[in-house]
């Protein structure tokens, strides 16, 4: 198993690649937030701090795309 960063590391024009999904099993993934913060949708346009590059930057971006 591969981490997104090493995929994306490989992926060219000429050679696109596909991550099929992600699993993130460390158990210590989660987002903390006001109060006000009821869902995903209320993280939009909020400044948002996590490590570049992670794990959790690539669920974050998908959750913030599909809500």
Known sequence: MATIDTVLAFTTPK???VYLFALDDNS???IVANKEITSITGLKS??????EGSVSQFFLSVLLKKG
């Open 46 to 51: 909020k400044k948002i701090a996590y490590t």
């Open 15 to 17: 050679r696109p690649l």
């Open 28 to 30: 210590g993934g989660g």
